[in-house]
T-cell receptor, first 113, second 116 residues
């Protein structure tokens, strides 16, 4: 375990479903991130929360909705997804500067059918 | 503007031989540099980091990287490859952005295969 826990590890959902991904850290970090990792593509930053405030959206479609209720928890709410949204979704956390590096969770493998 | 180039998308080495994974970067300011490793179906794990201290950085699992400012490089090396080193490796640059968090750019990754 890295200290960043993501659940579920695997998720299969239909295009009309609503589901949520959860990320939790107890490392004392105050910045949290959602990344999307698709096959043969660079890692894509989706959302950044610093001190529980969203500071970057990165033009992510509105069918992805993040929530950060406190500095230890981060959610990604999913609804009406498309098959091309199938990917590995990675959560990471860091101190606000990020210069000490990120700690990543193991990811949620999402398949949209 | 920041960018990270990993010169090889795939590297294959024999077990017991040296590993060299190349990374070049561009950055407007004094960057922090990182290498991460990702094993199949896992998250990314921090291998090592450079943050303006010693230019030769030692990491976990016997990996090292040397920061060469004149060459804008941060190549990752290991003297002797092990089968368990087979994974995807990402070079990452981070610099102060003037916002409440640093701007971080991931390289495209290098896939390392280790042949028995």
């Amino acid at each position: 375990e890295t200290g960043v826990t993501q659940t579920p590890r695997h998720l299969v959902m239909g295009m009309t479903n609503k589901k949520s991904l959860k990320c939790e850290q107890h490392l004392g970090h105050n910045a949290m991130y959602w990344y999307k990792q698709s096959a043969k593509k660079p890692l894509e930053l989706m959302f950044v929360y610093s001190l529980e405030e969203r500071v970057e959206n990165n033009s992510v479609p509105s069918r992805f909705s993040p929530e950060c209720p406190n500095s230890s928890h981060l959610f990604l709410h999913l609804h009406t997804l498309q098959p091309e949204d199938s990917a590995l979704y990675l959560c990471a956390s860091s101190h606000t500067t990020g210069r000490r590096g990120y700690t990543f969770g193991s990811g949620t493998r999402l398949t949209v059918v | 503007a920041q960018s990270v180039t990993q010169l090889d998308s795939h590297v294959s080495v024999s077990e017991g031989t040296p590993v060299l994974l190349r990374c070049n970067y561009s950055s407007s300011y004094s960057p922090s540099l990182f290498w991460y490793v990702q094993h199949p179906n896992k998250g990314l794990q921090l291998l090592l980091k450079y943050t303006s201290a010693a230019t030769l950085v030692k990491g976990i699992n016997g990996f090292e990287a040397e920061f060469k400012k004149s060459e804008t490089s941060f190549h990752l090396t290991k003297p002797s490859a092990h089968m368990s080193d087979a994974a995807e490796y990402f070079c990452v640059v981070s610099e102060i952005s003037g916002t409440s968090y640093d701007k971080v750019i991931f390289g495209p990754g290098t896939s390392l295969s280790v042949i028995p």
